[in-house]
């Protein structure tokens, strides 16, 4: 096996702890610095996803959503801890490395619009409006349609600053991987 092929399929030191400040950067952003009301919750607990999943790819970034949510509501509980959550947060995090891995940004292209667009719409319109809704209506005891009607003002105002971010988070990454030598 070649020194190429070794680096390509080892992890390395620099990867783990990375990946470990992602983990611990998502339970302080989502746990801590979220501001939450009765029916919705904003904050910023995306960002290390998405810098995971642009960084190292879609396995990586569902191993830290997953574990950030565990974690977090081991540590920081805001209610009961729900297994089927975690499946979401695993989808969330395939999501952000399926769409962003190896993929740069420039804002002239239609299709990097569109391709984060498509990003969010999956992660927001699908994982969150739909999937967690489902999951939080049979938690919480509504019906997943009162669910989903509590969240569409969470998940707009979320794509929205998703779609805002994503792109200046790519540029974020693609300054990092030159400085750190990903």
């Known amino acids: 096996m070649s020194n190429t092929e070794k680096k390509k399929t080892r992890i390395s030191t620099k990867m783990l702890v990375t990946l470990a400040m992602l983990l611990a950067l998502e339970i302080v952003l989502s746990r801590m610095l979220s501001i939450r009301t009765p029916i919705t919750t ?40 729900y297994p089927p959550l975690t499946i979401t947060s695993i989808l969330v995090g395939l999501t952000y490395g399926f769409f962003l891995f190896k993929k740069s940004f420039d804002p002239k292209k239609a299709s990097d619009w569109i391709r984060v667009v498509l990003c969010v719409v999956v992660r927001q319109g699908i994982w969150a409006l739909l999937l967690q809704s489902f999951w939080l209506s049979k938690l919480q005891g ?25 792109p200046v988070l790519i540029k974020v990454a693609d300054m990092l991987k030159k400085a750190v030598n990903y």
């Open 42 to 81: 904003i904050g910023f607990g995306f960002v290390p996803l998405v810098m995971a999943g642009i960084l190292f790819g879609p396995v990586p970034a569902a191993i830290v959503a997953a574990l950030a949510d565990i974690l977090g509501a081991l540590l920081f509980p805001i209610g009961a801890y």
């Open 142 to 166: 509504i019906t997943w349609g009162q669910s989903i009607a509590m969240r569409v003002p969470q998940v707009l105002i979320l794509a929205a600053v998703e779609i805002i971010i994503i």
